[in-house]
């Protein structure tokens, strides 16, 4: 390559693929993508938490850019009603760093420190960096063959800020130089930054009000823009070790976190070979003064131990629907005496501040996004993603408001409605002399799959009933025809050994007894379904 050759700068280079607001979907540069967020719907990802990673730099790029002045909040007020980004601000900061932002630069590349080397001198294949295609095992890869042994430009970017971010652990290649290295090897620090975290970004109509909602410039308790808070790009370079200069110093360095020390090999503008190393190492706790995109939960063991109340971030389970833990993406209230409560995301809290102030309208629209990976093997393989969304009313966020009660009422009735469907699965079962446990498990998984979609159009509007009784009456309605129907075809087809029945447990059961213990526990759960049919005769 020549030397005009030698460059790919993310500023000015089409490398994040996005989806406009006409539903066209292209690729876009940097400085492309915050001048035309308002005509930008969404940012896309050749996985979802690819785009996840690219939005929180994006939003770190945001939070140094603006000039935010003494009222912060006052600055922000003034964008969001102007319905854009500052562009003169936009393009006189990244003008002033866009050195940094050359994929290809000799001597300080974006996000790669080309120093690293391993002890044989030798590269691993440029696979290494795809999440989808984990070492030896190509499980949903997006890519086969010889298209996992090259990457263009653009892929390696999107590839190489999604493993700054969500990279699993594990032993990692270990630079000679590096005090950390024992026989050529790095030994694991743990999942990059991202991926320890419940990833939650809160989505507006376009991508100038995702990136403006997910700025949080203030929390109860102080602003969060911090003259000290440094993004990696503003800061010396890395080098093969880890950094000196102590914990994250703001939202800005947490957004931008160095997990580890990366060195791309290009062959004729393409990556060709990686070496992923450590990077910096992070605590997990008690970073939710500067982590606004993950709830957190509380650790009465870790408090105990250590004398301190502690909190870590809390993670999505690939097996339970994002709307089930709904009210912990809510606002938080204040705890039940003598108890200490899971923090909801930062970004909860800060919708709440803007609610106050009138800055949003409760009937405006919001969508919690969850984005995620579970790591298996000591965390050393990507076992499974989340990517999972809800579309929420801002008036649920407001901590003096009823709604985020009435979500959260909605959710228990779903609950219990649901362990009356288990608890009748599991007593057909015994009733017919097998096990309960499979059934029971089949059972859990059918009910909370036939609410799902029933639940996500409910939630979705309230808010807007004048009525808030009646709606979650509603609610408790539809849930209890889907599951009484469920019921039905349990009982229906539980067989004649379930009919006539058995001892279990020194009690007789049969389909008749599970029917009414079913009916019974579904009253329990869904009181005002009931209630209203009193009413109605």
């Not at 650790?299 to 999505?316: A, D, I, L, M, N």
């Not at 446990?437 to 029933?454: E, N, Y």
């Not at 329990?524 to 009931?530: C, I, T, V």
Request: aromatic letters at 10%; one cysteine or more.
């Amino acid at each position: 390559m020549t030397a005009t050759e030698v460059s790919f700068n993310l500023v000015d280079e089409p490398w994040i693929p996005v989806r406009a607001v006409d539903g066209s979907s292209h690729a876009m540069s940097i400085g492309g993508v915050l001048g035309g967020s308002r005509r930008i719907a969404a940012v896309l990802g050749d996985v979802p938490t690819q785009a996840f990673a690219i939005q929180r730099l994006l939003i770190a790029i945001v939070r140094r850019a603006v000039e935010w002045g003494d009222d912060p909040v006052g600055t922000w007020t003034r964008i969001w009603d102007t319905g854009a980004l500052p562009a003169e601000q936009i393009e006189r900061y990244l003008a002033g760093v866009r050195t940094r932002f050359d994929l290809l630069d000799p001597v300080e590349p974006f996000y790669q420190v080309p120093s690293f080397e391993s002890n044989k001198g030798d590269y691993k294949p440029i696979s290494l960096l795809i999440s989808d295609v984990p070492s030896g095992e190509k499980y949903f890869t997006t890519r086969a063959g010889s298209g996992a042994s090259t990457l263009s430009l653009a892929e390696t970017a999107r590839w190489v800020v999604h493993c700054q971010a969500f990279d699993f652990s594990g032993i990692k290649t270990g630079d000679p130089r590096d005090p950390r290295t024992k026989s050529g090897k790095g030994y694991p620090i743990g999942v990059a930054w991202a991926g320890q975290l419940g990833g939650v970004l809160f989505e507006g109509q376009s991508l100038f009000e995702t990136l403006m909602l997910n700025t949080v410039v203030k929390t109860s308790d102080a602003s969060t823009v911090l003259a000290q808070d440094l993004p990696v790009w503003e800061r010396p370079h890395c080098g093969v070790g880890e950094r000196v200069d102590g914990p994250p110093s703001g939202p800005v360095d947490l957004l931008t976190w160095q997990s580890r020390r990366i060195h791309v090999r290009y062959e004729n503008r393409f990556a060709v070979g990686v070496l992923v190393g450590n990077g910096d190492p992070i605590q997990s706790h008690n970073r939710q003064a500067f982590e606004f995109m993950t709830r957190w939960r509380f650790s009465e063991v870790q408090s105990k131990k250590f004398g301190e109340p502690r909190y870590f971030p809390k993670t999505f389970s690939p097996d339970r629907a994002m709307w089930r833990g709904m009210e912990g993406l809510l606002a938080d209230t204040a705890p039940a005496p003598g108890k200490t409560k899971d923090l909801a995301p930062g970004t909860s809290d800060w919708f709440d501040l803007l609610l106050g102030r009138g800055v949003l309208a409760g009937s405006d629209v919001v969508r919690p996004h969850a984005f995620a990976l579970e790591y298996i093997t000591q965390s050393s393989v990507i076992g499974a993603a989340v990517d999972d969304y809800l579309q929420l009313r801002v008036a649920l966020f407001g901590r003096t408001g009823s709604h985020r009660q009435y979500a959260a009422d909605a959710v228990k009735a779903a609950d219990r409605a649901v362990a009356a469907l288990v608890q009748l699965a599991g007593n057909l079962a015994e009733a017919a002399g097998g096990p309960a446990d499979g059934p029971r498990s089949t059972a859990r998984g059918r009910g909370f799959f036939l609410l799902d979609q029933p639940f996500r159009r409910w939630v979705a509007d309230l808010g807007m009933s004048e009525d808030m009784e009646d709606f979650l009456d509603n609610w408790q309605e539809q849930v209890r025809s889907i599951v009484s129907n469920a019921g039905r075809e349990l009982i229906g087809d539980s067989g004649t050994a379930a009919f006539q029945g058995r001892l279990v447990r020194d009690r007789w059961l049969d389909s008749a007894i599970a029917s009414g213990f079913f009916w019974s526990a579904l009253r329990k759960a869904l009181p005002n379904a009931f209630d209203s049919e009193r009413k109605a005769s």
